[in-house]
């Protein structure tokens, strides 16, 4: 399993989770974001709640 930092959690976070997206639809799931880092910690808490 790998283990993912998303750094950048304001505008730039659904670009990152489209890209995660297209790797699980592409059968690419041996991997699990477990930190994230963002300026704003509020950003960093919604995208938590996001799941």
């Known amino acids: ?9 304001g505008r730039i976070l659904n670009a990152h989770l489209h ?10 799931d041996n991997f699990r974001i477990t930190a ?3 300026r704003n ?6 995208f938590r709640k996001r799941g």
């Open 1 to 9: 399993m790998i283990r993912i930092g998303i750094v950048g959690c």
């Open 19 to 28: 890209g995660y997206r297209k790797l699980r639809e592409a059968g690419i």
């Open 36 to 38: 994230l880092v963002a």
């Open 41 to 46: 910690s509020d950003d960093a808490r919604m």
